[in-house]
């Protein structure tokens, strides 16, 4: 009976906390199940609410707010470029599609820098954009002292979520004398990229971007982590992929990266579907009666008729 009761109230408890929404979203236990068998994670960029519903719908498992958004959908040259109130829009909006997918916030350049209370603070500030925000992901260089590790740890400490990102990391283009492979010329880069793979897991991450890396090196990185490994230009043989969405369903007209496979070509047929609606309109053939119109009772249209006469 006893028993019984307690199972009563845990039900009646689950129903008080789940009154905002019945669709779970996938947790770190989720990615983990998948990574250990051996299955495929995948994420994708999104950019705000109607994005962030495809993505959902078409069942990622990671949505990540990325600061590309910068370049792929603010039209800005740079993720340098991005302000932290600009990106924060766009966590919100995306956050407020329904679904299941698991959402990781990207600390944006300028962001964290300056000390671990700025890091601190924006991580918090992400993570409050919207409790659908499930985790950070922060770029850490391969340099011995590199100041993202410290804050990485911190953060984790602190039990906010971390998604290190290594290998190429796009905030850092400057000191890395442009976007270019990273870990395919010397031993010592290798290393490097590898020892701060371990670092990241040891401080507490619960995965890793492993950004432009040969695939040999992402896939022996990834054989001695514990923790799942998401490549972009890192060949197949990391814990999962992510990509663009921008790039993959070429919504742009730009080039795309080596490593990316356009899966569609929604720019075209967007600005295709505008062009036939301007033609429409040009010619007067959109709007038509009947179709796209709607209509008035015929007393108050006549009614209407006469009182305008009167105003000349
Ligand atoms: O900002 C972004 O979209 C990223 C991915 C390329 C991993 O960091």
């Avoid at 990540?64 to 958004?69: A, E, M, P, Q």
């Amino acid at each position: 009976m006893l028993f019984k009761n307690r199972i009563l109230q845990l039900s009646l408890a689950k129903r008080l906390y789940s009154v905002h929404s019945e669709i779970r979203q996938k947790t770190i236990h989720d990615l983990m199940a998948k990574y250990h068998a051996q299955k495929p994670i995948s994420m994708v960029t999104a950019y705000d609410f109607i994005t962030s519903t495809w993505a959902n719908r078409a069942n990622a498992d990671i949505i990540l707010v990325g600061d590309s958004l910068s370049m792929c959908s603010l039209g800005y040259a740079s993720t340098t470029d991005l302000p932290l109130d600009e990106f924060q829009y766009h966590v919100k909006s995306i956050c407020r599609a329904e679904g299941t997918s698991f959402i990781v916030a990207d600390m944006p350049y300028g962001s964290f820098e300056s000390s671990i209370e700025k890091g601190i603070s924006t991580a918090v500030s992400l993570m409050k954009c919207s409790s659908r925000v499930n985790a950070v992901k922060l770029e850490v260089g391969s340099q011995k002292n590199d100041y993202a590790l410290e804050l990485a740890s911190e953060l984790c400490r602190r039990g906010i979520p971390v998604m290190g990102h290594i290998g190429l990391t796009p905030q850092r283009v400057h000191a890395m004398g442009g976007y270019k492979v990273q870990g395919s010329k010397s031993i010592s880069d290798v290393m490097a990229i590898y020892l701060r793979a371990k670092e990241l897991q040891d401080v507490g991450c619960f995965s890793l971007v492993l950004e432009c890396v040969p695939h040999q090196i992402a896939k022996n990185i990834t054989s001695k982590l514990h923790i799942p490994t998401i490549g972009i230009g890192a060949g197949p043989n990391t814990s999962g992929q992510v990509l663009v969405m921008s790039d993959l369903l070429g919504m742009t007209s730009g080039k795309v990266p080596k490593f990316v496979n356009k899966y569609s070509n929604i720019g075209e047929l967007a600005v295709s579907g505008i062009a036939n609606y301007i033609e429409e309109v040009n010619t007067a053939s959109f709007p038509k009666i009947g179709q796209h119109t709607f209509t008035v009772n015929s007393e108050v249209l006549q009614e209407f008729i006469k009182e305008l006469s009167s105003y000349g």
